[in-house]
T-cell receptor, first 110, second 116 residues
Framework: GENVEQHPSTLSVQEGDSAVIKCTYS??????FPWYKQELGKRPQLIID?????GEKKDQRIAVTLNKTAKHFSLHITETQPEDSAVYFC?????????FGTGTSLTVIP | DAGVIQSPRHEVTEMGQEVTLRCKPI?????LFWYRQTMMRGLELLIY????????DSGMPEDRFSAKMPNASFSTLKIQPSEPRDSAVYFC??????????????FGPGTRLTVL
């Protein structure tokens, strides 16, 4: 089965700096890579995703890159704001089933 | 659409009692997933259904856990008997029929279970 590893487990940045979270996966057949944001006490919500036929996708301050050869993908948040503080989960998917990483707790220090 | 609906939102019970968690997926979605979230183990997939049929239940921890989906709009996750180590947040998620080959999962608000 698929194995997704996520690093770092915790990340603190100053407001305005960039944050990068990295994930690796093992199943070369995985073709969909969503990122979820979970605020304290709330449900995970999709913030951005990338398909296997694309190398990079950007949505305002958030971008995701995918390297299929190396089987890794990353989330980049620029100009971080305090409201970006949350736990971020990556996932890899082939078909219906998602395999989630263990999460990164991001703290943006004002 | 109201999104995925779960009940109860919070459940406190005593060890040995039966617990039933409920989920109503988004109308039109045909895949439903039950996850358990703890600090130690993160988000774990317990079981998922496609068109009301259980597809993969390899994540169900043991026989004390069972899940059903009697129709397209309702699913239950039952724990009997419950144990303190079952304390966690249980999420239900649903996804629509395949659009191409990719499916976003929409999460419910979760049920926070505490077993004393």
């Amino acid at each position: 089965g698929e194995n997704v590893e996520q690093h770092p487990s915790t990340l603190s940045v100053q407001e305005g700096d960039s944050a990068v979270i990295k994930c690796t996966y093992s199943d070369s057949a995985s073709n969909y890579f969503p990122w979820y944001k979970q605020e304290l006490g709330k449900r995970p919500q999709l913030i951005i995703d990338i398909r296997s036929n694309v190398g990079e996708k950007k949505d305002q301050r958030i971008a995701v890159t995918l390297n299929k050869t190396a089987k890794h993908f990353s989330l980049h948040i620029t100009e971080t704001q305090p409201e970006d503080s949350a736990v971020y989960f990556c996932a890899a998917s082939r078909g219906n089933q998602f395999y989630f990483g263990t999460g990164t707790s991001l703290t943006v220090i004002p | 659409d109201a999104g995925v609906i779960q009940s109860p939102r919070h459940e406190v019970t005593e060890m040995g009692q039966e617990v039933t968690l409920r989920c109503k997926p988004i109308s039109g979605h045909n895949s439903l997933f039950w996850y358990r979230q703890t600090m130690m183990r993160g988000l774990e997939l317990l079981i998922y259904f496609n068109n009301n049929v259980p597809i993969d239940d390899s994540g169900m921890p043991e026989d004390r856990f069972s899940a059903k989906m009697p129709n397209a709009s309702f699913s239950t996750l039952k724990i009997q008997p419950s144990e303190p180590r079952d304390s966690a947040v249980y999420f239900c998620a649903s996804s629509p029929p395949n659009r191409g080959r990719y499916n976003e999962q929409f999460f419910g608000p979760g049920t926070r279970l505490t077993v004393l």
